[in-house]
């Protein structure tokens, strides 16, 4: 994907980085030439972003020929809402107090190009700014009051307002933002760019390396330019045609957020955001279950009203569930009335609302993988050896987790795979994890997950390489699509 440096004047950019080109906005507009090239990276660097101006009908354009403008029109727009800004501040609280600890006096302003500052020590700062309003120049301003910095403003700035004593460092800046010496090459045929988020800090990833590496090698082998991105390249979600979420999913995290952008920038993006919401809560499954009358275990939303007779209602043992619980944690058996007021209290300082089922027992759960709507594979999950979950996180390593086994999706129990596809389709058509016990021949969903484990040398027992190139063939069918 080739880079566009798009300014009113190209003199006002009295630099060279190599691999750019540097267009006059007026001809990018008018030049039938850009609206048909290939897709590009545009960057704009326009005097202004105001409602129809030329600035504004950059970016505009730049999105309705396929290239991949920043900033683009959703950050041109939050940018005019001080609210936003003032949320963002709010966000980015730790982060200020830290970036901005040595600071004296009562007011203060950063300029960030690229994600950096000329100072290195505001780098943190400037990057955290530049991934919630990803454009090339900003300008923050920070207030002190009351002993505490606050965002008090941030718009962007064209690049005549950049001092001349901070040319060389913005070339530095721009050049390793334009070539990231750290990206591999672009493969010559690649015809579509796909991100990968995926942090290395992540206790319980969906994916280990090794089927990290097969996905980019299936995706590789099917026209993508596949690239594994972190938490800190929110910035430069615009630059990708599809994201691949790698990550354990939360609305409160970095997942929703980089989910939520992509959907809004036209990326192709599995897990997309409408999935997380709807899968990261348990009582809104609870309630989705109960209202198309899927069969589960006898399930009570507990609130402080009826918190007192739910273990007459339910029986004991009963299971309570944090509603934004995952991989076990946050879900308890109470096996008596004292364990049952003792954990239902703490639960509801958590959350107005609790999740609790009956304890159906059974020597292993299903798990159907559901992709576009049709089964994807299938694994059997064990009870570890003396507990009563798949996760014992009581434990560490392989210890934590039960045995497992891979069956082919034909071989499966047919009511299972109705019951899984029933469940996916009320939520979506991304990539799923539906959970269920089975029990005297009958299909009990327990849960459905929108980040699915895909595991070297697990999940992928029966199909091997085809089910990561299945799910790349998902999303590059969904790009051409959107091409026709």
Known sequence: MGILLVLDKPEDWPLNVEGVEVVPARKYLTDTAYSERKPHKVFNLCKSYRYQSIGYYVSLLASARGHKPLPDISTIQDLKLHELVRVAGEELDEVIQEGLKEISGGEFTLSIYFGKNVEARFNRLALAIFNRYPAPFLRASFEKKDGEWRLEGLRTIPSSEIPSDHFLDVLTFATQYFNRPHRRPKQAEARYDMAIL???????????????????????????????????????????????????TNVLSHTFRFARRADAEGLVVIDDPESIVRCSNKVYLAELLQRHRVATPPTLIVHKDNAASVPQILGLPLVLKQPDSSFSLGVIKAKTREEYEREIDRLLKI?????????????????????????????????????????????????????????????????VLKAARRVADLIGDGLYGVDIKEVGGKAYVIEINDNPNIDAGVEDKILGDEIYAKLMRVMLGRLEGRGR
């Open 351 to 415: 959350s107005d609302l609790v999740v609790a089922q009956a304890y159906m027992p059974t020597d292993f759960d299903w798990r159907v993988g559901v992709l576009d709507g049709e089964p994807y594979y299938v694994c059997k999950y064990f009870m570890v050896k003396g507990h009563w979950q798949i996760y014992d996180n009581t434990k560490q390593g392989d210890d934590k987790l039960g045995e497992f086994e891979t069956w082919p999706v034909d071989a499966c129990p047919p009511e």
């Open 198 to 248: 995926r942090s290395e800090d992540d206790p319980t990833p969906p994916s280990n390396e090794k089927a990290i590496k097969k996905f980019v090698k299936a995706g590789e082998a099917m026209g993508f330019d596949v690239e594994i991105i972190g938490k800190d390249d929110y910035g430069r979600l615009g630059e990708f045609d599809a994201l691949f979420i790698r990550d354990t």
